[in-house]
């Protein structure tokens, strides 16, 4: 009713049929990366940009380094989510080439590490539970609690849930264990799909049941449940390369926390310069987009836009700001009668 009202008192203020003429007659094409938070991206900008700045908007389905090519040559426009430490060489060579460009900081704060439940150290009086292991905070305290971590198959050793198997942090974790004096004390368990990890993870939690499990962000599965990550050595570039380089490291680091910047083509974003304003002021965070990946998780059936539509609905305060306050309105009106439909 608030948001009508707004809407309403808007209408008095912008003439009637007033409507942004997109600054290029074409779509806007952007990077369908196949995973949940790049799919939450586009549909946010997907819905400002046609409704606030009047574009249309078209989507490719891509992989990582096909859209970089794709951008590159100018097939793409926009990627929501560019990793660029995973593409470091390719990416320098687009923007070396005037082929590409930054716009901005997507989230400064991807994430990787070990994590336990937050209940198993703080306790969680809500669901009766109490504190198991109130001095766990680090990776060098786990030989204490090996039978709090027992693996059911190997009653003598703790479990270990590892990244998926064939990934590359599978590999750093297996690596972590040695360095950490842990390979002998707790199982290498190494789930086949990310499916079986986030499962183990979600029956531990709904059970309230001990767990240490490697894991990302930004997920669904940080969105979802609160869980802590354990100290480990703070990121060293010398020893992380020490470590890629050994088969068996005495020395280990924790993972680098990640920037996530979006990119665009060079030749569009000179093109439309409102757009890249916009988009150069698009920026979340980790969490915030664990939260909207959560939202997916628990409604039935919704997908990246339900998510998109709930944090413009409810994150005005954030999205607002990225945008002139006319344009602001305009995505208002939109989402009033998307929320009619």
């Known amino acids: 009713m608030t948001r009508f009202f707004f809407v309403l008192a808007l209408g008095w203020l912008l003439p009637l049929g007033a409507a942004q003429a997109c600054e290029i007659s074409r779509p806007v094409v952007f990077a369908g990366l196949d995973w949940q938070s790049n ?12 409704h606030g700045y009047g574009c249309a908007t078209d989507e490719i389905p891509v992989s990582t380094l096909p859209a970089l090519a794709g951008m590159r040559r100018g097939d793409i426009d926009v990627t929501m989510e560019v990793w660029i430490d995973n593409i470091t060489e390719p990416w320098t060579e687009g923007v070396g080439a005037g082929e590409l460009v930054a716009l901005g900081t997507n989230f400064p704060d991807a ?27 680090s990776v060098f305290d786990l030989p204490q609690y090996v039978q709090l971590f027992r693996d059911p198959e190997e009653p003598r050793s703790g479990r270990f849930y590892n990244c998926i198997l064939g990934w590359s942090c599978e590999v750093v974790n297996t690596k972590k ?11 290498n368990f190494r789930p086949g799909t990310g499916a079986a990890l986030a499962a183990a993870i979600s029956s531990n939690y709904r059970r309230g049941r001990p767990f240490l499990a490697y894991y990302w962000g930004p ?15 703070p990121w060293d570039e010398e020893i992380w390369a020490e470590m890629a380089a050994e088969d068996w490291p005495d020395q280990a680091t924790a993972y680098p926390v990640t920037e996530v910047v979006i990119g665009a ?34 409604h039935d059936g919704a997908d990246a836009s339900d998510a998109a539509l709930n944090f413009l609905n409810t994150r005005r305060d954030l999205w607002s700001i990225w945008m002139p306050g006319e344009v602001a309105a305009r995505v208002d009106a939109a989402l009033l009668t998307a929320d009619n439909e």
């Open 265 to 298: 083509n060079a030749d569009f974003a000179a093109q439309v310069p409102e757009l890249i304003t916009f988009l150069a002021a698009y920026e979340t965070t980790n969490a915030l987009i664990s939260e909207a990946l959560a939202y997916i998780d628990a």
């Open 39 to 50: 799919a939450f991206h586009n549909e946010v900008a997907r819905f400002i940009i046609e």
């Open 219 to 233: 997920t669904w599965v940080l969105g979802r449940y609160d869980l802590l990550m354990l100290d480990e050595p």
């Open 177 to 187: 264990l040695h360095a950490y004096g842990l390979e002998d004390l707790y199982t």
């Open 111 to 137: 994430v990787q590490g070990w994590y336990v439940p937050r209940y198993l150290v703080e306790g969680d009086a809500e669901r009766g539970i109490e504190a198991q292991a109130p001095d766990l905070h």
